[in-house]
């Protein structure tokens, strides 16, 4: 006969197996959570643990799964996930027509003499050996996606501007009434919001793990104002994870939370979803959206239209990076693309490190060109 | 007084005390607000819009008879909005006074420029003065991360630091409820201080008792029809799914029209005020008015 603490911490490992981040400190909070409520009464126990272990809407499914098979008697079968995608590795989708010289920038008579990562810097993503790879993985790290910033409502000390009767007044009551310097005030600046939309589906295979290694620089280098998130068939918030320092740590982070790798494309709906969900809310007001896709949409294009025109109105600027759109002879015309450029501040390619450059710029410095 | 003294020594006692103030708790909710008033945890409350996060905090201030104390968190909220400021026009009025009166002891004039009656208390600090007292920190999202670390460092010990003036100590820590809209992750630190509740839509039942405990005068059968409504408004796939706040609108747009039937044609005047984009207005309406209250 096992006591109730035993009982209630081997449930609380049960649920942190199933993905749930309950943490020992936590488990003790359910522990005193108990104190007060009837340990022998199934919707208390429900109850106190939901309440102590879970932090998130997408907590509750799993911790429901768990307390019904754990109280239930049964075994629990450990709610395993699916092995972790490895996203790092060469590309297996076979890219037409290999345009090894086709860029433009090749053209430049000093290429031939430039360095190694100046020549890696303008190669397909999808076409590096392993060590190519891993040089522009290491590359897309020092990428500093910087946001723009914007006037906040909030004033700050200023040499100039308008005057601060608060700081004067206060300065004058440090001189026992004598009025010796006027204080001014301005206001003050913040980054602007940026939030990326990497698409995962199976027509990305081949950029997403440079895009969202991208993603992950610019999670870092912004601080708490920008967000990611992956599409494909389900809209997952990467935010999280993508916060780890080590760039391999968080793409192993990433890969274990993203549930349709490689899965077929509904743009539009999840777009919509993001509207819904987040953007409406707040995130994508007056923010820099990012989305990275190839725009390969299964679903109705026009839902993808009515959603880019609801997110341009939402947004302070949306850009659209397209692996394909460095490729000679690339015409936007498939239907999601189509349907969504009308939308689009700026369409920019996605392909390469010079292209994740440019695009770290344009999210940067706003309308001016790299 | 403390919450103890209260006496309530149950979630559902607690419920039953939260109905009588007006507020409908199902177990989970009571079972939370009953733990954050035992275990003296803030309740983190997240759910979708017009759930009734707020009016938990509300109702909750009544249950307890103490004071509501609100701070509406916003982008850009600092410490001087959120804790004291100083009060420095009375200052000065006071330093002129003292001038004029011919006080001559500087040290003295110091220490009084920097009295209590010169400190404007913003919520926090009120709340800490206040016991009991119920602390509302509404929308925690919308403030920056900065502020998210300072609420923490507030929340964990109930004590704030004036330099001039010294430590005021919460006698009785309030109950705080924090809501989130979640346009932002709030930190992982602050959640873990707190007790964690996702709020639902209300169940049809539950949603018809609120309607006729909020709005009384709403008959049984027109808030049934407006319950019903809502309910199957929120599973269309709408901009703004509505949410109880709205469905209580709607009931009292009815009634002020006199309509005692919620029928096609009393709904299409009073679309508005249960959709509030343009979009989903015209969704359902295209969808029919007919269908969505058929059957019932």
């Known amino acids: ?370 | 007084m403390t919450y103890d003294a209260t006496g309530i020594g149950s979630p559902p006692e607690l419920a039953r005390i939260l109905e009588e103030c007006g507020y409908l708790a199902d177990d989970g909710l009571a079972t939370a607000a009953f733990l954050a008033l035992r275990m003296r945890r803030p309740l983190f409350l997240e759910g979708e819009a017009g759930v009734g996060k707020t009016a938990l905090a509300a109702a909750l201030a009544r249950a307890l008879d103490a004071p509501l104390i609100r701070l509406q968190c916003y982008e850009g909220l600092d410490a001087a909005q959120a804790l004291y400021d100083w009060d420095f026009p009375r200052q000065l009025l006071h330093l002129r006074a003292a001038e004029a009166a011919g006080v001559t002891d500087v040290g003295r004039l110091e220490s009084e420029l920097y009295d209590r009656r010169f400190l404007v208390a913003r919520p926090l600090l009120r709340a800490l003065e206040t016991a009991p007292s119920v602390l509302l920190i509404d929308e925690v999202d919308r403030a920056d991360d900065e502020f998210e670390a300072f609420l923490l460092e507030v929340l964990s010990d109930f004590t704030i630091t004036i330099p001039e003036l010294g430590t005021v100590r919460a006698v009785e820590p309030p109950l705080v409820v924090l809501t989130s809209n979640r346009t932002r992750e709030v930190h992982d630190a602050l959640k873990r201080r707190c007790l964690y509740h996702w709020l639902e839509h209300p169940s049809y039942e539950r949603e018809v008792a609120i309607i006729r405990r909020r709005l009384p005068h709403v008959a049984d059968r027109l808030a049934g029809q407006v319950a019903r409504a809502a309910q199957r408004l929120r599973a269309e796939d709408l901009v703004k799914p509505p949410g109880v706040a709205e469905s209580l609108d709607w009931a009292e747009a009815l009634v002020a029209l006199g309509a005692r039937d919620l029928d096609p044609g009393t709904a299409a005047v009073t679309l508005g005020a249960v959709l509030k984009y343009r979009e989903d207005q015209q969704r359902v309406t295209a969808g029919g008015l007919d269908a969505l209250l058929g059957g019932g």
């Not at chain 1, 320092?245 to 899965?263: F, L, Y």
């Open chain 1, 1 to 370: 006969m096992r006591t109730a603490t035993e009982t209630i911490v081997g449930f609380a490992r049960t649920v942190r197996a199933a993905g749930v981040a309950a943490d020992p400190e936590r488990v003790q909070t359910m522990l005193r959570a108990l104190d007060h409520l009837d340990v022998l009464d199934p919707s208390d126990v429900y109850w106190a643990g939901r309440l102590t272990l879970c932090s998130d809407p997408a907590d509750l499914p799993r911790y429901d799964r768990c307390f019904a098979a754990y109280f239930s008697g049964r075994t629990v079968r450990s709610v395993r996930r699916p092995p972790p995608v490895v996203i790092s590795r060469p590309a297996a989708v076979p890219v037409t027509d290999p345009p090894p010289d086709g860029e433009g920038e090749r053209a430049d008579p000093r290429t031939a003499t430039a360095s190694r990562a100046e020549v890696l810097r303008h190669r397909d993503v999808a076409r590096l050996d392993e060590a190519e790879r891993i040089e522009v993985n290491r590359l897309i790290a020092l990428l500093q996606a910087d946001p723009e910033r914007r006037r906040s409502r909030r004033f700050a000390t200023a040499r100039s501007g308008r005057h601060d009767p608060y700081r004067t007044v206060r300065e004058v009551l440090r001189h026992g009434g004598e009025i010796t310097a006027v204080r001014y005030r301005a206001h003050r600046t913040r980054p602007r919001r940026v939030v990326l939309l990497i698409d995962v589906s199976g027509s990305m295979t081949p950029y997403a793990d440079a895009l969202l290694r991208f993603a992950h620089a610019a999670v870092r280098a912004g601080g708490r104002t920008t967000e990611a998130f992956s599409v494909g068939t389900r809209l997952t918030r990467l935010t999280r994870e993508l916060r780890h320092r080590d760039p391999d740590t968080a793409m192993t982070a990433v890969s274990e939370a993203i549930p349709d790798w490689s899965g077929g494309t509904r743009l539009g709906e999840e777009l919509k979803e993001f509207c819904d969900r987040f953007g409406q809310r707040g995130m994508a007001r007056g923010a820099v959206v990012v989305i990275a896709s190839d725009g390969w949409e299964r679903g109705d294009p026009s839902l993808l239209g009515e959603q880019m025109a609801r997110l341009r109105r939402l947004a302070h600027r949306v850009v659209w990076a397209n692996p394909h759109k460095a490729r000679p002879g690339y015409e936007p015309l498939t239907g999601g693309m189509a349907a969504a450029l009308p939308h689009v501040d700026d369409f920019v390619a996605g392909h390469s490190l010079a292209a994740l450059q440019r695009l770290a710029h344009i999210v940067n410095a706003g309308r001016r060109r790299a």
